[in-house]
């Protein structure tokens, strides 16, 4: 195993959160060189994202100011693109010095083989969902967004984001989910006998199970509310919450 440790963390859904949960995020992420070298956000960093040539949006500027100021202080950090905020571009590695992977990406974790995914689209239990999902990813919906005004984007994303969470994000449909991204990540295991650990968000429930001796399958839970957040290192896999406590 390696001397690594890893922080894991992802369902901000900043923008549209709670004032008190974005200050506790920003809190977490100015402790984040005490606790790890490494940052790994599982997706839905933002409510919304979307990437344009010549603007940045200006809602999400403090905390992409102080992902900025973490990789100065020589923490890795790497975000993976969610349903809510994927479209993300040359932006972040060209002027944040960030990694963004808008899918899965296979890497070593504290010495562990991982895949790591946001998680949407893989185990969807409604039809409207996984319908949402393709065309959203869509290069047409894709194009014919960035030729609006990003006034308009971002005040039609709004209006998209708050009737999407009520109808996806009961109790009983992110049971469903996560129970479903559960025997995915199981399958993903048996399928890939190489790999000792999938990391998956989106279902906004935190789970750690051990598939098999040495095998996990990890959902880091939901900041937005709870502030979950996971620790990965040679001592094991720990689900945390903020504050974290001795």
């Known amino acids: 195993m390696s001397a690594e440790r890893v ?3 992802g369902d901000s859904h900043l923008g549209s959160a709670d004032a008190g949960d974005q200050s506790a995020f920003h809190d977490f992420l100015s402790a984040v060189p005490a ?3 490494r940052l790994i956000i599982t997706g839905d960093l933002f409510d919304f994202w979307f990437e344009y040539k010549f603007v940045i949006p200006r809602r999400p500027f403090h905390t992409l100011a102080r992902l900025a100021a973490l ?3 020589g923490v890795a950090v790497e975000v993976f693109g969610g349903n809510h905020d994927r479209w993300g571009g040359s932006f972040w590695r060209r002027d ?3 990694p963004f992977h808008r899918e899965g990406a296979e890497m070593e974790l504290a010495g562990r083989r991982s895949w790591v995914i946001h998680g949407d689209g893989l185990t969807e239990t409604k039809l409207g969902g996984r319908i949402i999902h393709r065309v959203t990813r869509h290069p047409i ?4 967004f960035r030729l609006l005004h990003p006034d308009l984007g971002f ?3 709004d209006r998209l984001s708050g009737g999407l969470a009520e109808a996806n994000r009961t109790e009983e449909a992110m049971d469903r989910a996560a129970a479903a991204q559960e025997r995915y990540a199981r399958a993903l295991l048996d399928r890939r006998p190489e790999l000792d650990l999938v990391v998956m968000a989106h279902t906004h429930r935190q789970r750690l199970l051990e598939h098999r001796p040495g095998r996990f399958y990890l959902n880091a839970g939901q900041w937005v509310r709870d502030r979950d957040y996971a620790v ?3 001592g094991g896999i720990r689900l945390m919450k903020w504050p974290a406590t001795p």
Request: without cysteine.
């Open 35 to 37: 606790m790890s070298h």
């Open 155 to 157: 005040w039609l994303a």
């Open 71 to 73: 990789v100065q202080q």
């Open 141 to 144: 919906t894709v194009g014919t």
């Open 232 to 234: 990965i290192d040679e």
């Open 7 to 9: 922080v894991v963390v």
């Open 96 to 98: 944040l010095g960030i």
